[in-house]
Structures are given as structure tokens and as C-alpha cells.
């Protein structure tokens, strides 16, 4: 078995710490990530995704297990009391927010759905805080093969399996043959023809994050890798990478490791 590592600089996950937000009763779940405050505020648990209900949506298919992930968050807040904080984005464009949010006890609403296997990683460039330790949470219940990562469509994909995963969300595991920069724009080729071949592509105006913490985009060229993201269809199957947390280097590649972010301040 491989060991991956992340691939971010340490110290770099307390960049900035996390601000605190608003505190108040959870009296509705409504899915695997999101519940609602006594007072009406709809929270988004940021950096994870769980598996998703319809929630009115036509000819929406339920997730497996998102139901079980629905529950699992109910027994975790539901009637509880909840601060939230803020490492990014406050709000999106449904005027959810976009929080972390920890029990009176200290135990981490995130952290502990993601332990458990009833979610996983799912980071933003502008709300990067606490991602270091999912992606590590991630990794261990991936392992034992809890909750989610029981089923095979939600499993780490190879690079071949992505053609048949257009449009979705996926985990990809393969060896970055050649990385380039072309007209500011960076390619990680995971296949012999990039016309063609599965590709990660970083665009001009995504590289700030990664000069920020010195990451060397290039230097993963020859080294086994994981990303995550949307796949799309552009010379075959593409995904768009924004910031370093997409990445995931096998241990004996590895350029960095992360230290403990400030997200962990109960027990799991």
C-alpha cells in the first residue's frame, strides 16, 4: 500500500487563524453537511462533502449512504449548541455559511464526519483553513474502510477510470509523466498523449496559492500523486486544480508535510 502525504508546507494550515463567528442552537439537519440554527442561519459545513440527498431536485439519485450520512450529523448536533468560525469565505451565494463549527464540548462537527466515513474532503482556494487535517482524518477511515469509502463509487480512481467519470467529483491516483507551463498556465500529464490522456491543469490566475507557500508545481513530475477534483472533458478527462490541498504526494515523494491545524481543539 502507498502512503501519501500532504503536499503543503508546514505551518502553512495556521496561516490564518480561525475567527470567531456566531453560536446558537441546532434545530434542523438537513443533509449530510448542512443544518440550520434556531435563529434561521443555514450552515454549510465547509471543506467536506457528504453524500447528497435530492432535496427536491428532479430526477436527482440519492447518494449511497447519504441518508446514513444525514443521520450521522443528526446524532452529532442536532439540539446541540454550535459555535462557528470563520478561516475564508464567510458566506456563498445562498447566504449560507461557510463555517467550522465545534460542540460546547470542543468536538469538532467536521472532523468527526469525516472519521467516521460519512464524508469527504472537499476544499475551496479562498476557505483553505483545517484542510490539512480532513485530508489526514480522510486518510485513516479511507484505510479502515469506513462509512463512504465501503463503496466502490466513491473509491480512488486510476487515471484510465477517469474517462467514464466526466462530470462528477472523483479522487485520482496516478504518476504525473510530465508537468509544464504554457502561456502561464501549468499541466500535470497523467498519460503518454495529453491530447487525450487524463490532465490537471492549474490556470494563470490559480498560482498565487501555490508561489505563496512555495510549491513547485513542476517538481511533480516522475512522482505518484492524488488529486481531487471535478472532472471535466477538454483533450480527455481534465480537472482543474486551484490550490495546494487538491494535491496529495506518495510518502516517499513527498516535498512537505503539515503541521496540526487549529480546527482540532476537541476531542475525536
Known amino acids: 500500500m502507498i502512503l501519501f502525504v500532504l503536499s503543503i508546507l508546514s505551518g502553512m494550515a495556521v496561516a490564518a487563524d480561525l475567527e470567531p463567528g456566531e453560536t446558537g442552537l441546532v434545530s ?9 440554527l434556531s435563529d434561521g442561519l443555514e450552515v454549510r459545513l465547509i471543506g467536506l462533502q457528504a453524500p447528497k440527498l ?14 446514513e450520512a444525514k443521520s450521522a450529523l443528526q446524532q452529532i448536533v442536532l439540539d446541540r ?14 447566504g449560507r455559511a461557510l463555517a467550522q463549527a465545534h460542540r460546547a464540548d470542543g468536538l469538532w462537527v467536521q472532523g468527526d464526519m469525516i472519521r467516521r466515513g460519512m464524508a469527504r474532503v472537499y476544499s475551496f482556494k479562498d476557505n483553505r483553513v483545517c484542510v490539512s487535517d480532513l485530508l489526514a482524518l480522510e486518510m485513516k477511515a479511507r484505510d479502515a474502510r469506513l462509512g463512504m469509502w465501503r463503496f466502490d463509487g466513491y473509491r480512488v480512481r486510476s487515471v484510465p477510470e477517469t474517462f467514464d467519470a466526466i462530470d462528477t467529483f472523483q479522487i485520482v491516483e496516478g504518476r504525473v509523466l510530465s508537468a509544464a507551463r504554457i502561456n502561464r498556465r501549468t499541466f500535470l500529464n497523467f498519460g503518454d498523449d495529453w491530447r ?12 498565487r496559492p501555490f508561489d505563496k507557500d512555495d510549491f513547485d508545481l513542476l517538481a511533480l513530475e516522475g512522482k505518484k500523486v492524488r488529486v481531487r477534483g471535478w472532472l471535466t472533458s477538454y483533450n480527455g478527462p481534465n480537472m482543474v486544480i486551484t490550490h495546494p490541498e487538491q494535491i496529495e504526494i506518495s510518502a516517499d515523494d513527498s516535498l512537505e508535510t503539515a503541521t496540526q491545524s487549529p480546527c482540532q481543539t476537541g476531542p475525536l
Do not use: E, K, M
Not at 435530492?54 to 441518508?67: I, K, S, Y
Not at 449548541?81 to 445562498?94: F, K, M, Q
Not at 487525450?196 to 498560482?207: I, K, L, Q, R
Open 81 to 94: 449548541t454550535v459555535s462557528l468560525s470563520y478561516g475564508g469565505a464567510r458566506r456563498d451565494r445562498y
Open 196 to 207: 487525450t490522456d487524463f490532465t490537471a491543469t492549474v490556470a494563470p490566475g490559480d498560482h
Open 54 to 67: 435530492p432535496l427536491g431536485r428532479p430526477g436527482f439519485a440519492t447518494w449511497p449512504l447519504a441518508p
Open 28 to 36: 434542523r439537519v438537513i443533509d449530510g453537511d448542512t443544518f440550520v
